[in-house]
């Protein structure tokens, strides 16, 4: 079985662009939950969707926002960026939503802000 | 609510030498816990997790985590590390609410030397 999938593996983008990035999950998997990775923070919850809906949130501005399509792909968007945004964006896929389930994870989207 | 201590910011062992690294949890019930393991540039990969049942739990790549509820810990440990185990671990409590959420530890970095 395929792993997860994320694209662009990176991006550069300047302050006031917005970003989209995309999750592909592992196949039969309908939860996907998206994840925010710095130095200073950590990892750190962003949302969850599951079968399109968003289950989910973090404690993330409303810049950060995400979608799930019928075939479980899912896709995240940052408007107005800042330079804090810079990080590393990791989705996970889960086959089920609620626990106990493993979230695998996909390798990232590296996301520069300048 | 949950959270996760990782005491140690960073190790250095000497290849064949055991390793242990701490694992510190907070949460009301009994959690779910993960050991994920991440190398630069790269995703998370799932080392080893615990649900319930044997609190000895073996995981990929010769490791083994012990769940202690009295000492609310998840120790990971490896008997002889190789050099290909230096990377970043990060040791992961979810909820049992039906959220899929992880919260994360600030991660140990594993230094190797030959």
């Known amino acids: 079985k395929a792993g997860v999938t994320q694209t662009p593996r990176y991006l550069i983008k300047t302050r006031g662009q917005q970003v989209t990035l995309s999750c592909s999950p592992i196949?039969?998997?309908?939860?996907v939950s998206w994840y925010q990775q710095t130095p200073g923070q950590g990892l750190q919850f962003l949302f969850e969707?599951?079968?399109?809906?968003?289950?989910n949130k973090g404690n993330f501005p409303g810049r950060f926002s995400g979608r799930q399509f019928s075939n479980s792909r899912s896709e995240m968007n940052v408007s107005t960026l800042e330079l804090g945004d810079s990080a590393l964006y990791l989705c996970?896929?889960?086959?089920?939503?609620?626990?106990?389930?493993?979230?695998?994870f996909g390798p990232g989207t590296r996301l520069t802000v300048l | 609510a949950q959270s996760v201590t990782q005491p140690d910011i960073h190790i250095t062992v000497s290849e064949g030498a055991s390793l242990e690294l701490r694992c510190n949890y907070s949460?009301?019930?009994?959690?779910?816990l993960f050991w994920y393991v991440q190398s630069p540039g790269q995703g998370l990969q799932l080392l080893l997790k615990?649900?319930?049942?044997?609190?000895l739990v073996q995981g990929i790549k010769g490791f083994e985590a012990e769940f202690k509820r009295s000492q609310s810990s998840f120790n990971l440990r490896k008997p002889s590390v190789h050099w290909s185990d230096a990377a970043e671990y990060f040791c992961?409590?979810?909820?049992?609410?039906?959220?899929?959420?992880?919260?994360f530890g600030t991660g140990t970095r594993l230094t190797v030397i030959p």
């Open positions: 996970a896929s889960q086959s089920l939503a609620g626990a106990p389930d493993t979230q695998y």
């Open positions: 196949s039969g998997h309908r939860s």
């Open positions: 969707y599951f079968s399109e809906t968003q289950r």
């Open positions: 949460y009301g019930a009994t959690p779910y």
């Open positions: 615990y649900f319930s049942g044997d609190t």
């Open positions: 992961a409590v979810g909820a049992q609410t039906g959220a899929n959420n992880l919260f």
